[in-house]
């Protein structure tokens, strides 16, 4: 059996700076290896607007040499590339926002996720008619 929890990649999270407990801390503390966090992240589009209540807010360009940009760089054509536990590990420390859109954290990307899905274009949510 599988079971899948969609969340938002910071409660996805295994850890975090700072010391706060995700939510994926205490799954990967019953489950170790039997569980996995994967994240999401966005090299361009909107964010936000969750209910209607915001407007959609500017994803920033992704900075060269960031977990974003790296994961598009020397691929084809697509809308979105996939980083495993070893693509993550490779990459060491980088510049990135899999956990929070409005602010770039230089992390090891490797000690939170176990992979992360990195989309060309983030669209906002929209409220449905």
Do not use: C
Not at 18 to 31: N, W
Not at 82 to 87: E, I, S
Not at 100 to 105: E, K, L, P
Request: no cysteine; glycine share 12%; charged share 15%.
């Amino acid at each position: 059996m599988r079971i899948v929890v969609w969340s938002a990649s910071v409660h996805a999270a295994k850890s975090l700076p700072g010391g706060t407990r995700p939510f994926g801390s205490y799954v990967h503390a019953e489950l170790g290896d039997r569980a996995a966090a994967i994240g999401f992240s966005a090299l361009s589009g909107h964010y936000g607007n969750v209910g209607g209540r915001r407007a959609p807010q500017p994803l920033a360009p992704a900075a060269p040499g960031s977990l974003e940009a790296r994961a598009f760089a020397g691929a084809g054509t697509g809308d979105l590339r996939y980083l495993d536990h070893a693509q993550l590990q490779a990459l060491g420390t980088v510049p990135g926002r899999a956990l929070d859109y409005a602010n770039t954290q230089t992390l090891d990307w490797s000690q939170l996720l176990d992979g992360v899905i990195v989309l060309r274009e983030e669209r906002a949510a929209q409220p449905a008619p």
